[in-house]
């Protein structure tokens, strides 16, 4: 089944915003599709890395402009469940890749991602960005 849309996680708006030409056109099209989802993890991570106010309300004005998804208490149990499973297997997942990975199957999403973690969570749909 083709996901609905995209769940943007935090190394892939961070390249957005520094104007890394393939990856801020790939996210603007996909923005002006209204294809493109967040949720309060991404905000967390990228808001507590802003420098200056300017920065500060470029990215809360894209981020407020795609649809943002709230975490239910299923989302966290379905998080832990699959990083039980997975640790059981030995590999260890930082928790906002795992709770942005149970979100992107609880709404059929694809993660776009530069990150390498979300290849090893099973049942997503991961565009990795080089």
Same mark, same amino acid.
Do not use: C, N, Y
């Given at each position: 089944? %083709?996901?609905?849309?995209s769940?943007v996680?935090? /190394?892939?708006? =961070?390249?957005?915003?520094?104007g890394v030409g /393939? =990856?801020?056109d790939?996210?603007t099209k996909?923005i002006?599709?209204?294809r493109?989802?967040t949720?309060g $993890?991404v905000l967390f991570?990228?808001? @507590?890395g802003?420098?200056s @106010? &300017?920065e500060?309300?470029?990215? %809360? &004005? *894209?981020?407020?402009?795609v649809?943002f998804?709230?975490?239910? $208490?299923e989302?966290w149990e +379905?998080a *832990?469940?699959?990083s039980?499973?997975l640790?059981s297997? +030995?590999?260890?997942? $930082?928790?906002?890749?795992l709770?942005?990975a149970?979100? *992107?199957k609880a709404h059929?999403?694809? =993660?776009? /991602?530069?990150?390498p973690?979300?290849d090893?969570?099973? +049942?997503?749909?991961?565009?990795?960005?080089?």
């Amino acid at each position: 089944m %083709k996901p609905i849309g995209s769940l943007v996680d935090t /190394s892939a708006w =961070i390249d957005f915003f520094r104007g890394v030409g /393939s =990856i801020k056109d790939l996210l603007t099209k996909l923005i002006v599709r209204d294809r493109v989802f967040t949720a309060g $993890p991404v905000l967390f991570e990228l808001l @507590q890395g802003i420098r200056s @106010q &300017e920065e500060r309300e470029q990215v %809360k &004005e *894209a981020l407020l402009s795609v649809k943002f998804l709230d975490i239910t $208490p299923e989302d966290w149990e +379905g998080a *832990a469940l699959t990083s039980r499973e997975l640790r059981s297997q +030995g590999i260890t997942i $930082p928790m906002t890749d795992l709770l942005l990975a149970q979100l *992107a199957k609880a709404h059929d999403l694809e =993660i776009i /991602s530069l990150d390498p973690h979300f290849d090893q969570i099973p +049942g997503i749909a991961h565009r990795k960005l080089m």
